[in-house]
């Protein structure tokens, strides 16, 4: 099992382009998340998702938009990139209700992000 | 509202001397309560939570519903307990709210030798 995945591991762009974010898990997980890493804000989250087509807003969920079309995959668009998106994203996946221990999140290693 | 409140960003403390990471929370009914660990070049990770009432690598947590903490506390400090400690609390098991888990915003945990 790879678990959770995140490609790129570093981004660099410039304000006003688009990019995703890819996350993928391979343990067949209900709930994934993303979260942003800032200091001295902790993890934020952004969006999440109980299951395939089914998405919601987290706490900062403005300038980002995810979707859920697979149970593996859940990418997180940037539409338009601002300076104040320079972050660490995780993203994050649990077995859900069905599961023995579906609350424990696996966090993948992370995208460190950079707009200029 | 949820929130999670970590009000120290960092703390120091010698080898062998106790250690307490606080935490207080926020939530509307009954939540569940974690702490997870980022060690330095690793992912983020499930430390404990208070529904196992469980003791790892020495640390262990209560939850007080009536102060509303869950402050994490080991007797003696280890240096590899050096780390990122975050706090986070989700919706009981049974509702779909427990797919929604919110941090707080971190505790570093130094230990001089």
């Known amino acids: 099992n790879a678990g959770v995945t995140q490609t790129p591991k570093f981004q660099v762009l410039k304000t006003g382009q688009s990019m995703t974010l890819q996350c993928a898990q391979d343990?067949?997980?209900?709930?994934m998340s993303w979260y942003r890493q800032d200091p001295g804000m902790g993890l934020r989250l952004i969006h999440y998702?109980?299951?395939?087509?089914?998405?919601d807003q987290g706490e900062v969920p403005n300038g980002y938009n995810v979707s859920r079309s697979t149970t593996e995959d859940f990418p997180l668009r940037l539409l338009s990139a601002a300076p104040s998106q320079t972050s660490v994203y995780f993203c994050?996946?649990?077995?859900?209700?069905?599961?023995?221990?579906?609350?424990?999140?696996?966090f993948g290693p992370g995208t460190r992000l950079t707009v200029l | 509202a949820q929130r999670v409140t970590q009000p120290e960003k960092l703390l120091s403390v010698f080898k062998g001397a106790p250690v307490e990471l606080k935490c207080n929370y926020s939530?509307?009914?009954?939540?569940?309560l974690f702490w997870y660990v980022q060690y330095s070049r690793q992912r983020l990770q499930l430390l404990l939570r208070h529904i196992s009432r469980e003791s790892i690598k020495g640390f262990t947590a209560d939850l007080n519903k009536g102060e509303t903490s869950f402050h994490l506390k080991k007797p003696f400090a280890q240096e590899e307990d050096s780390a990122m400690y975050y706090c986070?609390?989700?919706?009981?098991?049974?509702?779909?709210?427990?797919?929604?888990?919110?941090f707080g915003s971190g505790t570093r945990l130094s230990i001089r030798p």
């Open positions: 986070a609390l989700s919706g009981p098991p049974t509702s779909e709210s427990a797919s929604k888990i919110i």
């Open positions: 939530y509307s009914g009954s939540p569940e």
């Open positions: 343990m067949n997980h209900e709930y």
């Open positions: 998702s109980v299951g395939a087509g089914i998405t």
């Open positions: 994050a996946s649990s077995e859900g209700k069905t599961g023995s221990s579906y609350n424990e999140q696996f």
